[in-house]
């Protein structure tokens, strides 16, 4: 165990951690399961610290892995690392006093639960995350030509369900992708 | 449900000690799996379509049709498979027979030598995809995690072929099978169980070209319609903007693989306006107002072109047109025009 990678790893976990919890608090149901996603997360990274891509792929990467971590616990895994377990009553005492600053309103949220579970992923993706298909690409596994026209549609069946693109609703949100935001190749 | 906090919130919760916490217990976790990625053991896997049913952990999809090259009875194997039944070259497509299901879309990639087919039926979604050889150990290794630990999956057999199957969730399962013809196929299922899944790749039939063509729903563009479809998107630009394409650019130079009419209609759109974007940056650069101010006007027609206006419907690609009218109309050349429009083909 070098202290360079230690270092590395610090860098990595200061400079992702709020999105990786993040990503995870918007995809669970309780604070504790985005506890123990974030946890699980960062184990992977850290015991694969040699396969973590540099820069920009950095946080595409980690989402890929918070999104197998995930599903393995949305199929019942429950295998608990111990790990977290003060981030874990910390996020259930301060997540419920949380009104303010989230990512979308109520009325995109429960349209986009209309939308077929492939079609929800990059929208969430696109919309809560502020990736490109390049990135979602990346996150799924998949090409970007494939992602480009699944985005695509999701969006214009999004906007069919909702009527018309939603407006910029207040909050942070204004420093997230809209609907309205142009795809780039 | 957790409220959807941004990423600024998050940052602001009070969660110091229990984030520096768990820094310092990952980093005392010893270090288990940070080996480069294992060589994916393809080459030590006999060659050829015909492989054998193997393991008896192989997880057998028994629904009429599995065994493709049984013939028309649709029998699952009993023996070594009759060696004529190995399949024509280029039959690394494939398609599915099973009632109720229709192509939503389609994607090729033959620069890349890869390809998309996605079935739907109600909410369930079947996507098969198909990827050059070289893909395939960094495809298999990324599936392998989708288990923690990473794992090889479970064997399935499809179309005579050991495959691997991960699941994402109850409902969602891929299987990556061998390289065969230079390609190999992953199939994800979403939207059904492990069983229905495995009924369905039971139901999948290999196909060459003419076969993916004959498979496709009557609104695709089949590769022999591809041209005369070309030439009438083209006709249909021309007869709204006086003209499809500048002085010097040839409509034979407007090509596409695509049979999904949306993708036909992006792919061509999109050359006719990487062609008018070219010529108003290198008129503008070369001071020919004349010609710069005709690439606007011909794209400032975009709004009304038929082509963009069925593909509206569908998804965004019209916008990203649209948009690029309204830049050169200000004046702006985007740098990465070429990228966004898919110039470089």
């Known amino acids: 165990m070098t202290d360079g990678r230690e270092e590395t790893f610090r860098r990595l976990y200061a400079a992702h951690f709020d999105a990786v919890l993040g990503f995870a608090l918007r995809r669970t149901d309780r604070p504790e399961d985005a506890a123990d996603v974030t946890g699980d997360t960062f184990l992977v990274a850290w015991r694969r610290l040699a396969h973590v891509p540099a820069g920009q792929e950095q946080r595409p990467w980690l989402y890929g892995v918070a999104r197998r971590v995930l599903a393995n616990h949305r199929r019942g895994d429950r295998r608990r690392t111990h790990l977290g377990e003060r981030l874990r009553r910390e996020l259930a005492a301060a997540v419920p006093d949380v009104s303010d600053g989230v990512v979308q309103r109520a009325d995109v949220t429960a349209a986009m639960r209309r939308l077929s579970a492939r079609d929800q992923e990059v929208l969430e993706l696109h919309l809560w995350e502020g990736l490109e298909p390049r990135e979602i690409a990346e996150v799924l596994g998949l090409t970007t030509v494939v992602v480009r026209p699944r985005l695509s549609r999701a969006r214009a069946r999004l906007r069919e369900l909702l009527g018309n693109d939603p407006e910029p609703p207040g909050h942070d949100i204004s420093r997230h992708p809209q609907l309205t935001r142009k795809e780039r190749p | ?345």
């Not at chain 2, 960094?138 to 050991?162: A, K, N, W, Y």
């Not at chain 2, 109850?170 to 230079?182: C, F, K, Q, S, W």
């Not at chain 2, 008018?276 to 005709?294: K, P, T």
């Open chain 2, 1 to 345: 449900m957790n409220p959807k906090l941004s990423d600024d919130t998050v940052a602001g919760l009070p969660l110091s000690l229990g984030r520096a916490e768990l820094l310092e217990e990952i980093m005392s976790t010893p270090v288990l799996d940070d080996r480069p990625a294992p060589t994916v053991r393809d080459e030590r896997r006999p060659r050829g379509w015909l492989v054998p049913a193997a393991a008896a952990a192989v997880v057998a999809v028994l629904a009429a049709g599995t065994a493709w090259w049984a013939g028309s009875t649709g029998r699952a194997p009993e023996s070594t498979p009759p060696v004529a039944a190995v399949p024509e070259p280029g039959s690394f497509r494939v398609v599915l027979d099973a009632p109720g299901w229709t192509i939503e879309s389609a994607y090729e990639d033959s620069k890349n030598h890869s390809g998309e087919v996605g079935y739907v039926r109600g909410d369930a979604s079947l996507q098969v995809n198909w990827y050059p050889a070289s893909n395939y150990e960094d495809r298999f290794e990324d599936r392998r995690h989708i288990t923690d630990p990473p794992s090889d999956g479970t064997p399935v057999e499809v179309l005579g072929l050991t495959g691997s199957m991960w699941a994402y969730s109850a409902d969602d399962h891929t299987t990556i099978l061998p390289v065969e013809e230079r390609h190999f196929l992953e199939v994800r299922g979403s939207g059904m169980d492990q069983e229905e899944y495995l009924a369905l790749l039971g139901q999948l039939r290999p196909v060459d070209v003419a076969g993916f063509d004959a498979a496709l729903p009557e609104e695709f563009v089949a590769q022999s319609e591809r041209g005369d479809a070309i030439g009438a998107i083209l006709d249909e630009i021309a007869a709204t903007a006086g003209r499809a394409l500048p002085a010097g650019v040839s409509r034979s130079s407007v090509s596409s693989d695509q049979s999904d009419p949306y993708q036909l209609g992006a792919e061509v759109t999109g050359q006719v306006a990487c062609a008018w974007v070219r010529q108003y940056a290198e008129a503008r650069d070369a001071g020919d107002q004349d010609l710069a101010q005709q690439a606007v006007d011909v794209m400032a027609t975009s709004r009304d072109w038929p082509v963009l206006d069925r593909m509206d419907r569908t998804g965004d690609w019209p916008e990203s047109i649209w948009e690029i009218s309204d830049r050169i109309a200000a004046g702006d050349v985007p740098e990465d025009y070429t990228q966004w429009l898919g110039c470089e083909r």
